[in-house]
Every structure is written in structure tokens, then in C-alpha cells.
């Protein structure tokens, strides 16, 4: 028997191109990511501005030569130690006793929600959201074959319950994800709208509460809803609060059952010995990483005010940056403020752009040059 036997009809092996055998859904898709422009001003990825105080980068550094002595073996492949902190600063946060059963980590909160899907979703299942919200739900979806479906939010960016059980009833989704501060609005929800969620979803809900430390005072967390909602995940990161994008470290908290359907689908040792100890290090200097949590809500709190002052509309944030619109042309406006230096994002619709918090200098630099490409006002 010859290849030629066995082999349908079709184009000649030699003239297979690469992008004929890619899969047919990503074909012709740009990866995602914001403009990473070298301009002196970036409000654009919601960073925190601050970088770890001396003692913290200190400590990081040393924790991670301490690993790499240790490089010729594989990291610990449970992240005990890791999940054991994680679960400290979610207890010390929000009051609510967990351990290290009841949390996952992974590689970003993007990696979080990828699992999720890869447990959970899958082809013939279907991922629910509000949108506008985080563009990576879609491709989560995509890239695990699960289908992806996204109803508008209401005009103040929230949620209507009575809405979201009709929608949890009628399309019945493996995976509901409420963004809670939202991305890019800002928005969080009420625990009553979360638990409307519980009471009418048949599969996951899962709050993503990646801002959540920026919250006002007053606004609660979902984790003081996990008792008693075994199908309730809540998703964190260090990369916002923490100051702590380059580790690249997400989490959730959720019953211990979820998280041993995560360690099915996960990689071999998919958090490296390096990242394990920079999250501990920044964990175990958690009140000193989150001093700069108080300003930054401060600047958001001062820019929301200037801004509405001008004329903006601006919803309310529980996070650290804003979404400012109306514009008649809101890629001019981005495009004028990238020429005064200052980079903000293009997203949330093409009227409008999202700020995030910098520091005073660089909000300040903000200002100025909003003001002069805007003449001031809104229209």
C-alpha cells in the first residue's frame, strides 16, 4: 500500500501552505494585546505605576536566587507553598477563612480562566458574558472549542439580574463570567446579582475580580459568598494591586472540587520554581505592596471628578482606571494624545477610551494634554 492508497484527494503535499492547516477559526486572527508604544506617559494596561519598594525587590531577588540553586529539579508541581499565601492574603482581604485546597494558581488570571474552560467548556458547551468586558473571554472560548456568547450590559454597565437568570435559564451555559470590577467600565456588582446567578446557573459561575483590591469601601468581594456555593469560582491576579505583572501570577478560590479538576487539565509543573518564590516573596511584603492601593483610588476618585467636571461621561469605578466617552472619533482623540506622549486604550466601543491610573506627574501630564486635544469639554 502506498501513501497514495490511503491519502484522500486534495492538494498535492508539496503545496500545503502553513495557514491551510491551521485550524479554521484562528485563521487570518491577530493575537491579542494592548499598543506597547515607548511614549513617557503609558495608562494604558492597567499597571500598577509603582514599582515594589526596595525591601520587596529585594526580597524577590533573593527568594528567586534561592530557587535557581535548586533549577536542575522540577519546581513543586502543587504550588502548595504558593496557594498556602494566596489563600493568607484572600482571608486577610476579605475576611473569609480559606486554605490551600480551596485555590488554584496559574500563569496570569489568563491562564486561570483557560483551565477553567478547558475543564468545564469544551465543544458542545457554551461561555456566557456581559459585555463590553475583557476581549480575552472570546478567545478563552475559541481556544478551547467552546461556544461564546455575550449580551450587553445595562446603560450604567451593571448587570440586571432579572435578565441574567431569564438568559441562565434559556441558554443554559457550561461557564457564566462576571467581571466584577469590570474591564473595561470599571463596574462592580452587587452580591445579590451574583447570587441571583448561583440560584439560576446550571455550570460555573465565575466572578473575575481581577481590580478587586481597588474597590471602594463598602463594596464586597464574591469570596464571602463560596460557602455553600460549591460552583462559585472567584479569579484573582498579582499583576494589578500587587504590582506584580512581570511574575505573571493568577488565582481563584472555589471548592476544593474545582480545583482538583484544574490540576487534571494542567500542564506538568506549569509554575516554574522562579515564579513559586517571586510570588511568595511579594505575598510575604503584602502590606507593603499594597500602600500604593489608597493613591492610586485616590487618583482614579480625583480624575473621575475632573473629567465629569468637563462634561465626560464617566461610570462609576471600582478599579484603577476609568472609561471616558463620549467621542465623536475616539481613535483621533487616541491618536492626538499618543502624539502629546500619553498612551490610553482604545476599547469599550469606538466612542470611548479607558485611563488607567498613573502617578501624579503622569496624571497630571494626562490632564493637560486631554484638555488640549479635547479643547477642554465634551461635545
Not at 490511503?6 to 494585546?33: T, W
Not at 469544551?122 to 456568547?149: D, F, V
Not at 462634561?311 to 502624539?339: E, I, K, Q
Request: aromatic content about 6%; some cysteine; glycine content about 8%.
Amino acid at each position: 500500500m502506498t501513501a497514495s492508497d490511503v491519502r484522500p484527494s486534495a492538494v498535492p503535499v508539496a503545496d500545503v501552505q502553513i495557514g491551510d492547516l491551521v485550524r479554521p477559526e484562528l485563521r487570518g486572527q491577530e493575537p491579542y494585546g494592548a499598543p506597547q508604544l515607548d511614549v513617557p506617559v503609558r495608562l494604558n494596561t492597567n499597571e500598577n505605576p509603582y514599582p515594589p519598594d526596595p525591601a520587596t525587590s529585594a526580597a524577590v531577588a533573593r527568594a528567586v536566587a534561592g530557587a535557581a540553586a535548586d533549577l536542575h529539579r522540577y519546581p513543586d508541581r502543587e504550588a502548595t507553598r504558593l496557594r498556602t499565601a494566596l489563600a493568607g492574603h484572600l482571608t486577610a482581604d476579605t475576611g473569609v477563612p480559606l486554605d490551600a485546597r480551596q485555590v488554584w494558581a496559574a500563569n496570569g488570571s489568563n491562564e486561570v480562566v483557560q483551565q477553567l474552560l478547558q475543564a468545564f467548556g469544551g465543544p458542545g458547551r457554551l461561555l456566557l458574558s456581559y459585555g463590553p468586558t475583557y476581549p480575552m473571554y472570546p478567545e478563552y472560548a475559541r481556544n478551547t472549542g467552546t461556544a461564546w456568547r455575550c449580551e450587553p450590559r445595562d446603560e450604567r454597565y451593571g448587570v440586571d439580574p432579572a435578565r441574567l437568570v431569564d438568559d441562565l435559564v434559556t441558554h443554559r451555559p457550561a461557564v457564566v463570567v462576571l467581571a466584577s470590577p469590570n474591564n473595561p467600565t470599571g463596574t462592580a456588582l452587587p452580591l445579590s446579582t451574583v447570587t441571583a446567578a448561583l440560584e439560576a446557573a446550571p455550570g460555573l459561575v465565575v466572578v473575575d475580580e481581577a481590580y478587586a483590591e481597588f474597590r471602594r469601601g463598602g463594596v464586597p468581594s464574591a469570596v464571602e459568598l463560596l460557602d455553600g456555593h460549591p460552583r462559585l469560582v472567584v479569579v484573582r491576579t498579582l499583576s494589578k494591586a500587587f504590582a506584580g505583572a512581570g511574575a505573571r501570577i493568577g488565582y481563584l478560590a472555589a471548592d476544593p472540587a474545582v480545583v482538583d479538576a484544574l490540576r487534571v487539565v494542567r500542564l506538568p509543573y506549569h509554575l516554574s520554581a522562579l515564579t513559586q518564590a517571586a510570588g511568595c516573596a511579594l505575598l510575604a511584603h503584602r502590606t507593603e505592596q499594597l500602600r500604593t492601593v489608597d493613591a492610586l483610588r485616590r487618583g482614579r476618585d480625583d480624575l473621575v471628578a475632573w473629567l465629569r467636571a468637563r462634561g465626560w461621561t464617566v461610570p462609576d469605578s471600582d478599579a484603577n482606571f476609568v472609561l471616558v466617552g463620549p467621542f465623536d472619533d475616539a481613535r483621533a482623540v487616541w491618536d492626538r494624545l499618543v502624539a502629546r506622549g500619553v498612551l490610553v486604550r482604545e476599547i469599550g466601543g469606538p466612542e470611548r477610551l479607558r485611563v488607567s491610573i498613573g502617578t501624579p506627574d503622569e496624571m497630571a501630564a494626562f490632564r493637560a494634554a486631554f484638555a488640549a486635544v479635547t479643547s477642554a469639554g465634551a461635545p
